[in-house]
């Protein structure tokens, strides 16, 4: 039978700040039926105005022809990420970001894709011979799978002498960031100015510092290579950033920012693929021929190239479950968008979940139907009501590489094993900084695509 997977219940949690409060927890779950058909969502909780454009008309507007008025993040991304990322690319803006953005866009533009594929390969491998060996034991796949990311992510920022060991350590530190951040602005929902204080927790700040200390020791021992010898998207970004003169404090905020982005959504994405095709029959028969017709683990580009059916998996994915629910603006100057006044200041956003899932805009919209995105399968119906990896000016420079990476991660271990949702276990989608499947993740390794 078809699979559609579970989603928060679609219904109102009460007045503005019983709805505030719910959102704190889980953001995804405060969005009403009517929101899944409407063209523009404008509602005004406290003294906040919130706009989301829900329509391609209006993303276009106003993240394309008016990217300008809503190049700031929003005040409640901004204080919830400030803490980790200081004044890295996702928050900062302006200047500092234009000059940044200059910089780090060609280190990371898919021209430079075949460079950053044997970090891939090489993480992936490793952790296929630890399937294989593991197999009909119970793993937590989002632990795995943020662990394999950060893998990745690390041997390719700062390369294989210094990236390999510090996944586990990203990871956990990370994990207790994202569980106790305060996600809910209360001051910016009142309205009060940028420099009002803003307070998180003594967890979620040692977290953070762990993280940051974490990063400066790897620049530093990385610094301390000849340059002959660096290896790494860092070692790149150093010379770029001297060159142009750029404080060493941003250096470390940028690889944050790498380290982050370039772990998280993709971990969460592949545990969310993996979730998907254990209760879909249909679509891991399918996956399985197409990897049995490969023949050998898909280490190359080609290899991606020739693997429609796992690509098509891993948009469906997207589609569903959007690793950033909500892309959150504000707006610099009073609009008026499809007739409604949105003042300078106002919390206006794109929202991936509601365009994704749009019930005028997809068929099926909570299906999960990997055929979609295949040849002749129609794929999107528009460009801009499919927002994985953001849209406008802020869109992710990571997108080639992170496609490419989840790609051959789960072609890869889809050979050696299935792993399958523990009986009984509960799995809801949860929007806090990013969209998981809760806290962990509990599947059995069966045999994969080359033996089962």
């Not at 974490?214 to 530093?220: F, K, N, Q, R």
């Not at 399985?288 to 190359?300: M, T």
């Not at 409604?340 to 997809?362: E, Y």
């Amino acid at each position: 039978m078809p699979f559609t997977p579970p989603y928060p219940p679609r219904k109102s949690v009460g007045g503005p700040l019983a709805t505030l409060c719910a959102a704190r927890d889980n953001f995804i779950a405060v969005l009403t039926p009517s929101m899944f058909e409407a063209e523009t969502v404008h509602r005004k909780y406290l003294n906040q105005v919130l706009f989301f454009c829900n329509s391609p008309k209006t993303v276009r507007q106003v993240f394309i022809d008016d990217a300008a008025n809503v190049e700031p993040k929003s005040q409640q991304m901004i204080h919830v990420l400030r803490p980790l990322l200081g004044n890295g690319l996702f928050v900062s803006e302006g200047a500092h970001w234009a000059k940044h953005r200059r910089i780090i866009a060609p280190l990371t533009h898919i021209s430079r894709l075949a460079q950053f594929v044997p970090a891939m390969s090489g993480a992936v491998a490793h952790r296929a011979e630890q399937w294989r060996a593991a197999r009909g034991t119970e793993i937590d796949i989002l632990a795995e799978m943020a662990e394999l990311t950060a893998d990745v992510i690390g041997r390719a920022v700062f390369g294989g002498k210094l990236g390999v060991g510090a996944a586990k350590k990203i990871v956990q530190n990370f994990s207790a960031y994202q569980r106790t951040v305060g996600t809910l602005d209360l001051a910016s929902m009142l309205g009060l100015p940028d420099y009002f204080p803003r307070w998180q927790s003594r967890a979620t700040i040692r977290a953070a510092e762990s993280i940051k200390a974490l990063v400066s020791e790897m620049i530093a021992a990385l610094d301390a290579i000849d340059p002959g010898e660096r290896e790494g998207l860092v070692s790149m970004m150093l010379d770029a950033f001297r060159a142009e003169g750029v404080a060493p404090g941003d250096v470390r905020d940028e690889a944050t920012v790498l380290l982050m982005a370039g772990h998280e959504t993709t971990a969460n994405t592949l545990a969310w693929a993996w979730y998907c095709l254990s209760q879909d029959e249909v679509s891991w028969n399918e996956l399985r021929d197409e990897l049995r017709s490969l023949g050998r683990p898909p280490v190359d580009l080609d290899d991606v190239e020739r693997l429609r059916f796992t690509r098509a998996v891993i948009d469906e994915t997207l589609r569903l479950f959007p690793p950033v629910p909500i892309l959150a603006r504000r707006s610099r100057e009073d609009r008026e968008i499809e007739g409604h006044h949105v003042p300078a200041g106002s919390f206006v956003a794109a929202v991936p979940w509601l365009l994704h899932r749009h019930k005028k805009l997809w068929r099926e919209p909570d299906l999960f139907d990997p055929w979609r995105f295949m040849p002749n399968g129609g794929g999107a119906p528009d460009r801009y009501c499919y927002l994985p990896f953001s849209i406008g000016p802020r869109i992710c420079t990571g997108m080639a590489f992170a496609l490419t990476e989840a790609v051959i991660c789960l072609a890869t271990l889809a050979q050696v094993a299935r792993p399958k949702l523990r009986e009984g276990h509960p799995v809801m989608p949860c929007a806090r900084l990013s969209l998981r499947p809760g806290e962990y993740l509990p599947m059995v390794l069966d045999a994969g695509a080359l033996e089962s």
